[in-house]
């Protein structure tokens, strides 16, 4: 008899918005900082996972976060590129 499937929605998945994170101002261009986040389902509140995000936006041309979850710590390097009419938009890199 088959195994059962259970198939997982993209959007089950953990998200890290560097746009919302600086909304928030928990990662800011010039500034070193350390903060704990909690991912939660939407429909209950119940927390999915909860790491520590470390970030070093001080250098002009390039910062870098560190995400420590509980088998996960990786590093990833931030990258600003200049807007149309004025300021930086800043990006992940993909480390492959």
């Not at 903060?35 to 119940?46: F, H, L, P």
């Not at 790491?51 to 041309?61: F, K, L, P, R, Y």
């Amino acid at each position: 008899m088959p195994k059962a499937r259970r198939r997982v929605c993209l959007e089950d998945g953990l998200k890290l918005d560097l746009n919302e994170l600086r909304r928030k101002e928990l990662v800011q261009p010039g500034a070193e900082r350390s903060v704990v986040i909690r991912w939660t389902y939407s429909y209950t509140g119940e927390e999915i996972a909860k790491g520590v995000v470390t970030s070093n936006m001080i250098g002009v041309h390039e910062g870098w976060l560190l995400i420590e979850l509980e088998k996960l710590d990786q590093r990833i390097i931030l990258v600003p590129k200049t807007r149309n009419f004025g300021g930086y938009q800043w990006y992940f890199v993909c480390p492959q």
